[in-house]
């Protein structure tokens, strides 16, 4: 199974904002739509990527102010992405590998959706189903 495979099941929408804005409009945003990550494109190019983990490491447990602080000053600017061709032994193998839990997707460098860790075991669990179904239905024929 390939990440298009995943996107054409879940979808291609992003949510995004820029460098620029406060981490706390950033939070509203991922809480509004029940996201772990958000992005932050400029002009289509994809600039970093701010997470929970990032607001909880570098907001919080350094006790700053997310209505203070904006996005480009805590977020990730080494992300790590993935081609729609791309297979999910590869996604979760990077996954491991950088420790990080989403992969937005880039087609001639623009983002064209994002799949996180739950999308790729999801995909996992369904290929597993249908292989037993499928060893289910050659051992009993």
């Known amino acids: 199974m390939t990440v298009n495979q ?3 099941t879940k979808g291609k929408e992003v ?6 804005h406060t981490v706390y409009e950033a939070l509203t945003i991922m809480s509004e739509k029940n996201i772990g990550a958000i992005l932050i494109i400029e002009d289509t190019e994809l600039k970093g990527v701010l997470s929970e983990r990032d607001y909880a490491r570098k907001i919080v447990l350094k006790a700053k102010s997310s209505k203070k602080t904006l996005v480009h000053e805590i977020m990730e600017t080494n992300v ?3 081609k729609p061709t791309d297979n999910l032994d590869f996604c ?3 996954m491991s590998t950088k420790r990080v ?10 983002v ?3 799949i996180s ?7 996992i669990i369904e290929l597993q189903k249908d292989t037993i179904q499928h060893l289910n ?4 024929q």
């Open 117 to 123: 860790i739950s999308d790729v075991v999801k995909a």
């Open 80 to 82: 790590v992405t993935v």
């Open 101 to 110: 839990r989403h992969l937005p997707v880039l087609e001639n460098d623009i």
């Open 137 to 140: 239905t050659y051992i009993t």
């Open 92 to 94: 979760m193998e990077l």
């Open 15 to 20: 949510f995004s904002i820029l460098s620029t």
């Open 112 to 114: 064209i959706g994002i």
């Open 6 to 8: 995943i996107l054409s």
